[in-house]
């Protein structure tokens, strides 16, 4: 998911001379002046999506361009300051702290018994379950830590079957995308308990190494679980580091922010994370040959580049094997997941799919899960399509592996 920065501007705001100054990221501040989101219909022949972008403290909106929806948040108090100026726009969520809240309430009534996938869970118990699946099947699942956290949390990934095809997946660079850990879990879960009973899943796990990390950032994970529920980064110095711009494929390029309050900040350099150090040290020793990197929102697939829109070399193999993946994807729900090369929907340099491509040779995609848009929900999906999604997730996973055979 992406936000904002100067350099995030869309392209088209930058053509009509309109890249604002934008604010970045800020702490909840108290129900007074509760941040908004809002959505704007954008039009070549109209500027209300530019003049709005000064006032955003977020985009939520992961495509962008001249003909698409603009969804920002903005304070409440500067909803007068938007009506003065004509911008026409529609509140698609009066106050998302509340919404917040609301959810936080909710989980905490949670007594985390009963179905593990009927609702979001949390580090503590997302680690536990990865501990049952291994316990359950130990001749071919196991679970270890490739990591630690900023603030000492293991990074635990769950490793699946001896094939010899490897493919790494993974949720959570971003810390408020919560249906990717799920996901992530989830297609874990039906891999270990579904494989003596269906075919398909059994000849995978015999013919693959499948790793699979569901948090990948353990310390944004649990703030947005105890502080602020739309928290991006990790935890660095409190500012936080964007660890999908952190790794080393045009590092600090376009779409990648110096400022260390921005959400898309870089680092300091290339790979100054732990979390990012953990999975580039994992790929560099597993080299695998597919991935899969899960983020929420939008509903898109999409693949190198993201730094350039040089086309990838492999470029024709990406659209193909990606195809097959919406197809089976839609099969599920009929719901569509659009295919793009990554520079299509914005510049993103340093980003975990340019460099499993780039340096480890890796057919590399990034999923946006559900929602489609920030219409009423945005990143809080409401957890009666944890399931459905995660057909989604799945389904990609097996269409990719058998793609790329
Ligand atoms: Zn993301």
Redesign the pocket.
Same mark, same amino acid.
């Given at each position: 998911?992406l936000n904002l920065d100067t350099a995030r501007v869309p392209r088209w705001m930058y053509v009509a001379g309109i890249a604002a100054s934008l604010v970045t990221w800020a702490a909840p501040r108290p129900a007074r002046d509760p941040r908004v989101a809002i959505r704007i219909d954008c039009h070549a022949d109209s500027p209300s999506c530019a003049l709005a972008s000064p006032f955003a403290l977020d985009i939520w909106s992961e495509e962008q361009g001249p003909d698409v929806p603009l969804e920002l948040v903005v304070r409440e108090s500067s909803l007068t300051s938007l009506t003065a100026a004509h911008i026409d726009y529609q509140v698609t969520v009066a106050n998302i702290d509340a919404v917040a809240e609301a959810e936080a309430q909710r989980l905490r009534q949670l007594d985390g018994s009963g179905d593990f996938f009927a609702d979001y869970r949390d580090y503590a118990a997302i680690t536990e379950h990865l501990h049952q699946l291994a316990a359950l099947a130990p001749d071919r699942v196991t679970v270890q830590p490739i990591g630690v956290s900023l603030e000492g949390r293991p990074i635990w990934a769950l490793k699946i079957g001896h094939g010899a095809t490897k493919i790494l997946i993974n949720g959570t660079? =971003?810390a408020r995308?919560w249906i990717s850990t799920m996901v992530n879990t989830s297609i874990a879960d039906r891999l270990v308990r579904n494989y003596a009973t269906d075919p398909a899943i059994q000849k995978f796990v015999d013919t693959t190494t499948l790793w699979v990390v569901p948090v990948v950032n353990p310390d944004g994970y649990q703030y947005t679980w105890g502080t602020d529920r739309y928290w991006r980064k990790n935890r660095r110095d409190r500012h936080g580091t964007d660890l999908?711009r952190n790794w080393a494929v045009a590092w600090g390029g376009a779409g990648a922010s110096k400022q260390k309050g921005s959400d898309t900040y870089r680092g300091e350099y290339a790979f100054s994370e732990p979390e990012t150090q953990a999975l580039r040290d994992l790929a560099m020793r597993e080299r695998f040959s597919l991935h899969l990197d899960f =983020?929420a929102f939008s509903q898109l697939i999409l693949y190198p580049w993201g730094w350039t829109a040089k086309p990838a070399a492999d470029r024709d193999r990406f659209a193909g094997v990606g195809d097959k993946m919406a197809s089976a994807m839609f099969a599920q729900h009929q719901i569509n997941y659009r295919l793009m090369q990554s520079v299509e929907l914005y510049p993103a340099a340093g980003t975990m799919e340019d460099w499993m491509y780039g340096e480890v040779g890796a057919l590399s995609y990034t999923i946006e899960l559900r929602p489609k848009s920030g219409l009423r929900s945005g990143f809080v999906l409401p957890p009666a399509q944890i399931k459905p999604t995660s057909d989604e997730g799945f389904a990609a996973l097996l269409a990719l592996r058998s793609a790329a055979k």
């Open positions: 998911m660079q =971003h995308e999908n =983020h």
